[in-house]
């Protein structure tokens, strides 16, 4: 048994704390706009007063569909203090998903931003948006706020299900409290400023926001869905950014493409999956006086469970670097049929402590089956199973192997395979498999192997339709079908035959029950949503960064095109130009088809014109599809954007001037993009 003790409050009321003690200190901050302690306190005790009159109660749960921002802490912390529990969701979720969540939660009152509120009228779902909260008069006779136990549910977090839905992690106030009073599990400094740019529904959300306000730091909102290293850079050099959490995949993107926009941060912390050794070693070898931390722990010990500072010595050893020491309120056990092993031998890792989760929304069995009890020393215990194989050693840090089941991870999302398996058989396939193939960098993608439906809907249809119901980072890479499903004996399915059919070589690992399979991919024009383009910016949707002179270079071209297109005032002449954009900076393989384009009342010179574009005569829509986004912009803006390419074979770019083209086409919509990306091999 290893753990560190700490005291028990709830967010709100640490919170309090810490505005009282540094009432006019920055609180939330943008490039625009900064928010005190003070102020903030007072906006949520006006908002959870409203929130008590739309029938907020101890017990509530009340979904949040909204972008990060100042509004967004404000309003979570409104929901806190009126005895709710709060469940944000991404609004560029499917709108079936976003429907059942919000179903899912019972609530007494949704609460929207302006570009969440938009997402809610689409599915038809009533709710008070940000803007109603503040237009509304206080009431006359003020309500005393009630009084929660730290125990109480604080918030949702949502995870994929074996089941085939996702499930809703209820975690209490003092799983998150714990991380950071009565002192953090890390020594954050006297005045920390951290950039605030993690998904909405993501745990890391948590520690990026509670973490500040808990800590007396500055929490710096990246309001965009892409964070790029122009901003990490401004937001280090003008708002004094000194704390940084990335996942893994991204931390390796931006330290090989652009490292130095980290100079000047004091700490990055990574956490959602293994650290790239030789990333670590390059940023400690570059910038020895950034203190660089690994961050375990699965979303149902919140956020955080063991963390681990990473020396250079880390970087060289076989076993990888370690996932660290329990944080306070957090106990480890590596456990083999139900009983705690000796140190330094494999088993399965439990947590236990006051971080834990309460258990699943409505979901009795899954809570059962993960949360258990078991004695330690005598003492009946309560664990989560975490399915993760690990080994403690002598001095109580863990070391993690790997996975005692099918689970996938990528971009630091938690995926079950299971939940894209209903997915595909609610769409008419009998019978598939999801298997997780590792790319050329060992980065890890979904491939999946489905029984040809009746219906002729082909691969790349069958990807579209998955797209519709599922978020982003769980459709798959790829589609293979096949007539029916090889077996084993055992009758089940056999992946090693279908992993060889289609050209890849499986391998087993000795640490996992999982099949992993070689780098070796076929050639396919299926592969159109390789990772999490929205959550994780650009990071999973390029496989590397493998020059950073080629994206200047390709960038010193568009911006110099750009300057022309922003002066440019006829319509006509700014569409010829924005296809003359794409032609001469890339290659003259590609075009772009902005289709059902759909502009808001407000709408500006620069995207007037553009509506519907067919494609360009002379090439027509034969080619294969490369690139496949949703637009979502400011004043209503919203759209799709594809890119085909009409020549067999490579398109002879690469992934750092894919970079460069999807940064391009972000300038030339004047809109953010997001949505399914992949560089053809």
Not at 42 to 65: D, K, Y
Not at 397 to 409: A, E, N, T, Y
Request: aromatic share 6%; charged share 20%.
């Amino acid at each position: 048994m290893y753990g560190r003790a700490h005291s028990e409050i709830t967010i709100h009321d640490a919170f309090g704390q810490v505005a009282r003690e540094f009432p006019y200190r920055n609180a939330v901050v943008t490039t625009e706009r900064a928010v005190t302690y003070a102020e903030l306190a007072a906006e949520a005790r006006r908002i959870a007063q409203h929130l008590i009159g739309h029938g907020v109660r101890p017990g509530s749960i009340v979904p949040v569909l909204a972008r990060r921002s100042p509004d967004l802490a404000a309003t979570l912390l409104g929901i806190l203090m009126a005895g709710g529990a709060y469940g944000i969701l991404d609004r560029r979720w499917p709108l079936p998903r976003l429907t059942r969540l919000v179903h899912d939660m019972r609530p007494p009152v949704v609460l929207a931003d302006a570009a969440g509120s938009a997402r809610l009228d689409q599915a038809r779902i009533g709710h008070t948006t940000f803007e109603a909260l503040r237009q509304t008069a206080p009431p006359a006779m003020p309500v005393d706020l009630p009084r929660v136990p730290p125990d109480t549910c604080a918030t949702l977090f949502w995870t994929s299900g074996s089941t085939g839905t996702p499930k809703a992690v209820l975690s209490p106030h003092r799983a998150t409290t714990r991380l950071f009073t009565p002192s953090a599990f890390m020594d954050f400094g006297e005045h920390p400023v951290m950039i605030h740019a993690a998904a909405v529904a993501w745990d890391a959300f948590t520690l990026e926001l509670w973490g500040m306000l808990l800590s007396g730091g500055t929490a710096v909102v990246h309001e965009d869905d892409l964070l790029l290293p122009s901003a990490i850079r401004t937001y280090v050099r003008d708002l004094g950014a000194t704390h940084l959490f990335l996942t893994p995949s991204l931390f390796d993107v931006i330290a090989g493409g652009d490292i130095d926009c980290l100079d000047g941060l004091g700490a990055v912390l990574v956490g959602g999956e293994k650290p790239p050794p030789a990333t670590c070693r390059k940023l400690l070898d570059t910038y020895p006086d950034i203190e660089l931390y690994n961050c375990y722990g699965p979303v149902e010990s919140c956020v955080v469970a063991t963390v681990h500072r990473i020396t250079r010595d880390d970087t060289e050893k076989a076993s990888g670097i370690p996932a660290g020491l329990p944080v306070p309120g957090t106990r480890l056990h590596v456990i083999r049929d139900g009983a705690p092993v000796r140190p330094g031998e494999p088993g399965e890792v439990a947590i236990a402590g006051t971080g834990l989760a309460l258990g699943y929304l409505d979901a009795p069995d899954q809570t059962a089956s993960v949360f258990r009890h078991i004695m330690v020393d005598g003492a009946r215990t309560r664990v989560y199973l975490t399915g993760d194989h690990g080994r403690l050693d002598e001095l109580g840090v863990l070391h993690f192997i790997g996975r005692r089941d099918s689970q996938i991870k990528i971009a630091g999302h938690r995926i079950e395979p299971a939940e894209i398996e209903s997915a595909v058989r609610a769409l008419g396939n009998m019978r598939s498999v999801i298997l997780s193939v590792p790319d050329r960098n060992e980065t890890p993608r979904i491939i999946l192997f489905a029984e040809r439906p009746e219906e002729g809907i082909t691969e790349l249809e069958l990807q579209g339709r998955l797209r519709e119901t599922l978020p982003t980072y769980m459709v798959p890479s790829k589609v293979h079908f096949v007539s029916s499903m090889p077996l084993l004996e055992n009758t089940k399915i056999n992946t090693s035959e279908l992993l060889a059919r289609f050209g890849y070589s499986p391998e087993r690992r000795p640490d996992s029950r999982t099949t992993s399979v070689t780098s070796r991919a076929p050639e396919s024009n299926q592969d159109v949503s390789a990772k999490n383009h929205t959550e994780e910016k650009f990071s999973v949707a390029l496989e590397s960064i493998q020059s950073k002179r080629r994206i200047e270079r390709v960038q010193e071209a568009a911006n110099a095109l750009l300057d022309r297109y922003a002066t440019q005032r006829d319509p006509e002449e700014r569409l010829r130009l924005t296809f003359e954009l794409v032609r001469r900076n890339l290659t003259p393989k590609i075009v772009i088809v902005f289709g059902s384009l759909t502009l808001g009342t407000d709408d500006s010179d620069e995207l007037a014109g553009v509506g519907a574009v067919p494609p360009v005569p002379s090439v027509g829509l034969r080619g294969q599809v490369v690139f496949h986004c949703e637009i979502h912009g400011s004043h209503g803006r919203s759209g799709s954007l594809t890119a085909f390419y009409t020549e067999p074979g490579s398109m002879g770019l690469t992934n750092a001037e894919w970079l460069a083209a999807m940064r391009l086409l972000a300038g030339i919509t004047g809109l953010g993009v997001g949505g399914h990306a992949t560089c053809p091999e």
